[in-house]
């Protein structure tokens, strides 16, 4: 194949945002993206993830800040002059033009000769695995198809860049999978540049070089997904990254970064993140893989033990996802290698080591937006 992306070094967002109506989208978002970086921007709904992917294909002005490609501000520069290619959450595909048509629209819109047109739309369809759908129109297709028809009309037009904006939300789960293994393979194959926007910490983790964490239109932190998976640097991240085990404790002891936390019939030794001391109330998270229920294949881990009532049982095929509530109430999410009967007490366990103690009074608590207050008492 001799589809290629165009290259360039590098691509800044200097202090760019966005604001409707005197409302911020987006705020002070800094991010350098090397060539054949594939950058995730995630968050939940609201958080400013697509407002960003929008202002930098152009389809959003910027309210503040530049977007430079190798030092050149391009955020002045018209949407179809960037040589930025999009995938949209829709597909935005044309029914009425074939698959071949649909790939080759952009290319006649910028008078590519005939012959080179044939060759790359040809290229383009055996990419993405479509060469016996040449012809079929989008109706005619699977949903997966039509993200496929979607990608190769981005890559055809050979850009510097490609946007995606949760390419994957329409699809079966299944598809998922493999549309993830797919993209990536493209993003690898041909050398491209990917800013890829998604909810799904999941999908995020599997295909990104690194991960930009927004919430509320501010950036919580960029890392690789290792670096976010581990190390968290609020609980609002930890939250995203799978720690569903949110809870309200107080700081009992100190030891260097070594804590111990309790409350709500709970007691822990965790470690702690940021600046913590005895009396102030923390916020501890904690994986649902790492809060096992104690068993002789799962022992107490680091001297950390809970009591807890199991409420529900789930099997999950190498395991069991359980939820249990302490005596004070708290409902926890934990797992186990053997199925435990409802309303029976077991012993919980959890290496000191995953258990983030994290300062609420650095994260924002007290100006918990409504909706945040009632998933945390929905987890109380």
Not at 89 to 110: D, K, S
């Amino acid at each position: 194949m001799t589809i290629t992306a165009s290259k360039f070094q590098s691509l800044e967002l200097r202090g760019v945002g966005r604001s409707f109506g005197g409302v911020d989208a987006l705020v002070g978002l800094d991010l350098t993206v090397r060539a054949g970086e594939f950058i995730a921007l995630l968050g939940p709904s609201g958080c400013g993830k697509s407002t960003a992917l929008n202002c930098l294909a152009g389809l959003l002005p910027l309210t503040h800040g530049q977007i430079l490609v190798d030092g050149t501000r391009v955020d002045t520069v018209a949407a179809e002059n960037r040589d930025f290619g999009m995938v949209f959450q829709n597909y935005a595909l044309f029914p009425h033009l074939t698959v071949e048509r649909n790939i080759a629209f952009g290319l006649q819109m910028r008078k590519v000769p005939k012959a080179e047109l044939k060759r790359r739309v040809a290229e383009a369809i055996a990419l993405v695995k479509l060469e016996q759908h040449a012809t079929k129109l989008p109706g005619q297709l699977s949903g997966g198809q039509q993200q496929r028809v979607a990608i190769a009309r981005a890559v055809v037009m050979e850009p510097r860049l490609v946007l995606m904006d949760e390419p994957l939300s329409n699809l079966d789960a299944k598809l998922r999978l493999e549309m993830r293994t797919e993209i990536r393979r493209l993003h690898q194959s041909l050398g491209l540049t990917t800013i890829y926007v998604t909810h799904d910490q999941e999908e995020a983790l599997s295909m990104a070089d690194r991960l930009v964490v927004l919430r509320e239109g501010r950036v919580q932190q960029i890392g690789t997904p290792e670096e976010l998976h581990n190390h968290p640097a609020n609980w609002h991240v930890a939250d995203f990254m799978g720690y569903r085990n949110l809870v309200d404790l107080d700081v009992v002891s100190v030891d260097g970064p070594n804590v111990t936390v309790a409350g709500n019939g709970v007691t822990l030794h965790g470690t702690a993140v940021g600046a913590v001391t005895p009396g102030t109330a923390v916020r501890a998270a904690i994986r649902p893989e790492d809060l096992v229920v104690v068993s002789p294949s799962l022992p107490v881990r680091g001297g950390n033990t809970a009591k807890a009532t199991v409420s529900v049982v789930e099997y999950h095929g190498r395991e069991f996802a359980v939820g249990v509530t302490t005596p004070g109430g708290q409902l926890l999410h934990v797992r186990s290698d053997h199925a435990p009967a409802v309303g029976s007490t077991v012993e919980l366990t959890a290496d000191p080591a995953r258990v983030l103690v994290y300062p609420l009074a650095l994260t924002g608590a007290a100006a918990l937006s409504d909706e945040e207050n009632e998933l945390l008492e929905v987890r109380r």
